[in-house]
């Protein structure tokens, strides 16, 4: 369980929107257990932002009445931490316009460092104090209220899953069990010199495997029906909790926002044409912030608008023999019969050969097998397009 008591961390809502996550959408998707804890974290880098914000400030009073040159290291030094945040949204980039502006400007007055220091860096402090309440022993009142419901809503949900797993691995291994009950039984019929009555065991047994297999099928479609049907308050209950955070980022977005714009009225001096239009620029950005925008990135890369791929039947596949390529170059010298005019067989699953040799097909496809099964478990066979090659012949089934 997330830790209550929660160390201050870089606010993520400050910086420009990063790259889409590479991590399986399944495994990192909004919806998966545990995963709301992106969502609790925000609040605790928000209050670190504040600092972030006080401190960059400040600073840049001081650097005021140093001109230029100051001022230009001030911006350089600055410009690389807030590229180091996870920040992201309109919010960074008007951040960053801020000192693209101050490495154009040569010299500013020492009243600006005195309204940054007297006006903006208290109000920001003040705003901060009364923002984020904190709960004794438990980090942010917000953050612990926000981590509570979202895990109190997904306890349900992830019993749930975790007997979804439990029943869909017990279905695959009946599926192995019958698939190697089947290939026995073939074995056993093969074999001329066993008796009838050890056959008809090796027959018994593939028979209970497969009765076996269709009464864990029906298990795992069962549970899979409760997991289903349980999936809208599911997220009907996740999605009330996370819209409440995303109403807190408005807010902490809107303020920022006109903090922003208020630092940029001390900031714009308008004797100068050049400094104008370093300041038209700068208050465009500034406008160009969107609350909707950002917190709606937020929702499409760290909440409910993530893709996933909500739970279903996973059907089981055979294993694939490993081909002695070898040996089978070496039946092929001796020869092996061909099929006059082939065999129409019918793909049972998708198979993508890991050789030139070998074919690629999905299953449902028809094709023909023009040779027979190799002791090795493969067949040679034409696609429709005309390309010939190996496949395995646990893979396919006589077309009717």
């Not at 612990?144 to 797993?165: C, M, V």
């Not at 190996?390 to 077309?399: D, G, I």
Request: some cysteine.
């Amino acid at each position: 369980m997330l830790s209550l008591v929660m160390r201050c961390e870089t606010f993520p809502m400050m910086a420009s929107l990063p790259k889409e996550p590479r991590e399986d959408p399944k495994n990192q998707s909004f919806w998966m257990p545990g995963n709301h804890v992106r969502t609790v974290h925000r609040t605790e880098q928000s209050f670190q932002a504040c600092n972030d914000i006080v401190a960059c400030f400040m600073e840049r009073a001081k650097v005021e009445k140093q001109y230029a040159q100051q001022l230009s290291q001030w911006s350089s030094k600055w410009k690389s931490i807030v590229d180091s945040r996870p920040l992201y949204g309109s919010l960074m980039r008007a951040w960053q316009c801020f000192f693209t502006s101050t490495e154009r400007l040569s010299a500013l007055h020492s009243s600006i460092s005195q309204s940054l220091v007297a006006e903006e860096g208290d109000r920001v402090k003040t705003w901060q104090k009364e923002t984020f309440p904190k709960k004794i022993f438990c980090g942010f009142r917000e953050s612990y209220d926000n981590n509570t419901s979202f895990s109190r809503a997904q306890k349900p949900w992830s019993k749930k899953l975790i007997k979804l797993e439990k029943v869909r691995v017990a279905y695959h291994k009946c599926c192995q069990k019958e698939q190697t009950a089947i290939e026995k039984e073939k074995q056993a019929n093969e074999n001329s010199e066993m008796s009838p009555e050890k056959k008809q065991k090796f027959t018994d047994a593939r028979e209970k495997a497969a009765e076996a297999k269709e009464k864990s099928r029906e298990q795992y479609e069962k549970v899979l029906e409760d997991v289903t049907s349980y999936t809208p308050r599911y997220m009907e209950e996740m999605e009330a909790i996370f819209e409440q955070s995303q109403e807190e980022e408005r807010k902490r977005i809107s303020f920022l926002k006109q903090a922003f714009l208020s630092i940029h009225r001390h900031l714009d001096i308008t004797n100068n044409e050049s400094v104008k239009a370093v300041y038209g620029e700068l208050h465009h950005t500034l406008m160009s912030i969107s609350e909707q925008d950002d917190v709606k990135w937020w929702k499409n890369n760290h909440g409910p608008g993530m893709p996933t791929d909500w739970p279903k039947i996973e059907e089981w596949v055979p294993p694939v023999k490993k081909l002695n390529r070898k040996k089978r170059d070496q039946k092929r010298k001796e020869g092996r019969p061909v099929m006059i005019g082939g065999v129409k067989v019918r793909a049972l699953y998708d198979y993508v050969g890991e050789e030139g040799d070998e074919l690629s097909f999905k299953a449902g496809e028809v094709f023909l097998k023009v040779e027979e099964e190799d002791d090795q478990g493969w067949c040679r066979g034409v696609l429709s397009g005309g390309k010939e090659g190996f496949y395995p012949a646990n893979y396919v089934e006589v077309a009717e």
